[in-house]
C-alpha cells in the first residue's frame, strides 16, 4: 500500500457514519425491535454500507454462483451485512475479512447478536490473505477496493485462494479520464481513495492477475440518483447531525460530501461491476 494509507483507512472508518452503535441505536427506537429474537433479516435495513442495497449483494452473488454449498470469501467486509446475507438466504458459508479493528468486531458482536452460525470474521489484511490456495468458490467485494493501492497484489491474491473454476465479483468506484490529478488527490485525503481504476484498466488487471471470462458493467447512471439521495438525507440531519458529530466535522462532512457528488454528476467519477473466473 502507499505510504500512510492504512493509517487513513483506519481514520476514514473510526468517523463513518454506518457503525455498530448506529446499528444498534437504529434497532432500539421504538417500534422498531422485532417481538422475538433479532435474525440477520432485523439488521439488514441499517448494516448495509454499499450502494443497492440487498439486491446489490444479490447481484454479485448470481454473478459469482453462489448457492447453498458455496465457500465465499468476502473481501473488505465492514460489519459483515452482505456475510450475514448471503449466509442466512442462500446457505453459504462465508468469511468476513475486515482490516479495521473496530469494524471486524462489530462485525463478529453483530453476528452473535443474531446467531449468524454461517459467518466467520476474520481480521486481516486483503493484500496477504491469510488462506490457503482454493479455498473459497466465490469472492466478493463492494465498494471496498478503492482504499487498496496495490490493486494488483489483492486480485492475485484473490485467484490464488479460490478454487479452479471459481468466481470473483465485486464492485468499486472507477475514474473517468475527466477526473483531474487535484480531484483524486482530495478523494484520497476524504476518503482514503486510492489507485481509482477505469473500467479497461480493471479488467486488465484482473487479466493480468490470471483471471479470464472477465466481464465489467458501468454503473454510474445506476450510482448517480443514489449519491444525491445519500446526500439529501444527510443534510436533513440537521441539527441532529451537529449533535452526533461536532458541527465543524459535520460541515466539513458536507463540503467533502457536495464535491464528491458533483464528481459523479458531472462524469467524472463512477461506479463499475466486475465479474471473472479462476
Not at 453476528?111 to 468458490?137: C, I, W, Y
Not at 484473490?158 to 473517468?176: E, K, N, Q
Not at 490470471?210 to 439529501?232: H, Y
Request: aromatic fraction near 8%; charged fraction near 25%.
Amino acid at each position: 500500500m502507499l505510504q500512510g494509507t492504512p493509517a487513513r483507512v483506519r481514520e476514514f472508518y473510526d468517523h463513518h457514519p454506518i457503525s455498530e452503535a448506529r446499528v444498534l441505536a437504529a434497532l432500539a427506537r421504538p417500534g422498531l425491535g422485532p417481538p422475538g429474537p433479532l435474525t440477520a433479516d432485523d439488521l439488514f435495513e441499517f448494516d448495509q454500507d454499499h450502494y443497492g442495497g440487498l439486491a446489490a449483494v444479490d447481484i454479485l452473488a448470481r454473478r459469482a454462483g453462489v448457492g447453498a454449498t458455496s465457500r465465499v470469501l468476502d473481501v473488505c467486509a465492514g460489519l459483515g451485512g452482505p456475510a450475514r446475507f448471503l449466509a442466512s438466504r442462500r446457505g453459504s458459508t462465508v468469511v468476513a475479512l475486515e482490516l479495521h479493528a473496530g469494524r471486524a468486531g462489530g462485525a463478529a458482536r453483530l453476528n452473535r447478536l443474531v446467531h449468524a452460525t454461517g459467518v466467520a470474521v476474520v481480521r486481516g489484511d486483503a493484500t496477504a490473505l491469510p488462506f490457503a490456495r482454493g479455498t473459497f468458490d466465490a469472492c466478493l467485494s463492494q465498494e471496498a477496493l478503492l482504499h487498496i493501492a496495490d490493486k494488483p497484489v489483492v486480485l492475485s491474491e484473490c485467484h490464488r485462494v479460490l478454487a479452479p473454476g471459481g468466481r470473483i465479483a465485486f464492485s468499486d468506484w472507477i475514474a473517468y479520464p475527466s477526473l483531474g490529478g487535484r480531484e483524486r488527490e482530495r478523494l484520497r485525503e476524504w476518503m482514503a481513495a486510492t489507485t481509482l481504476q477505469t473500467l479497461d484498466s480493471y479488467c486488465a488487471l484482473l487479466g493480468r492477475a490470471g483471471f479470464a471470462a472477465i466481464e465489467a458493467e458501468d454503473l454510474s447512471a445506476e450510482w448517480r440518483p443514489i449519491v444525491r439521495t445519500r446526500l439529501e438525507l444527510n443534510r436533513a440531519l440537521g441539527t441532529d447531525g451537529v449533535a452526533r458529530f461536532g458541527e465543524q466535522r459535520y460541515l466539513e462532512y458536507d463540503q467533502l460530501h457536495t464535491f464528491f457528488v458533483r464528481l459523479v454528476e458531472d462524469g467524472k467519477l463512477g461506479g463499475g461491476r466486475f465479474t471473472a473466473t479462476r
